[in-house]
């Protein structure tokens, strides 16, 4: 594998595989309130990494910037990202799933742009052209011989700009993600983001006046959220910030759309919704684009 995969893009896409299964833990929390989801989901991860946390942080320390940096990652990566992708997926009687998920696809386009201002990171020529053969390719593979099923109304205009607004708020926070990552341990910063996310997390549901929801969740619902901890959740974020320890931010966002493929392709094993030829060959084509995007990041590394 490490011939065909450098560590870090290999680590990149095994989190974005672990995104994949997220619906499927997320079932049976629908009866929740999105912000009281975000916050148990974020206060489980923080409570496992909190050990781990005060050990570390006698040694590492918080500079009052690297602190802002990961309260602004925590708000817009942590709370509102997810906030604002889970309303907009709660609003399907407006916006078809297949409308979320074409919008998420701006997202590499957020975080490549601010890549190249925050971050300095060149983009050569040789990237541009394999980033937007697997943006059109993970499109294909999302959407059934490229049909959108568009509703109409105010919903979907409210819906989309939700979906957008998630879109902005994690492509953006991968490049200061990135930025946070320079001089500390990617578990330190993971566990940093957790905490300061479940703090503001807990913040957020009184100020949407969900404070009584806090109690709603019942006992298989909390192992849910202890489930998702260990799997999609803390430990996914983990092994991503890994990645993106060692991997350029621009090159982080096109190995994440291995997450929409997969995703498809648990659909139609779990629930039956079968691919069209067409998915089939967009996914064979995204999956040779990631592999020579991870080509262009082991010659990086090799120059450097």
Known sequence: MRKVFSYGPLLIIVAASMWAFDGIIRRSLFTLPSITIVFYEHLFGAVIL???F???????????????????ISMFSGVLGTLWFTTALLKTSFISFSVVYLIQKLQPIFAISAAAIVLKEKITKSYIKWA?????????VTFKNGYINFATGIGTIIAALYALG??????????????ALVKRPSMYITSLRFLLTAILGLGMVFVFGQSKSLASPTFSQLSRFLLIAVSTGMVSVAIYYRGLKKVQANVSTILELVYPLLAV???ATLYKSFLAPTQYLAGAILLFGIYKISQIQQKELKNN
């Open 50 to 52: 909190l050990p781990y």
């Open 54 to 72: 005060i050990r570390t942080f006698n040694k590492e320390g918080l500079t009052r910037k690297e602190f802002f940096l990961l309260l602004f």
């Open 132 to 140: 937007v053969v697997a943006l059109i390719a993970a499109y294909f």
């Open 166 to 179: 998630a879109a902005f708020a994690w492509g953006s926070s991968t490049a200061f993600s990135k930025l």
């Open 265 to 267: 392709f648990i659909d």
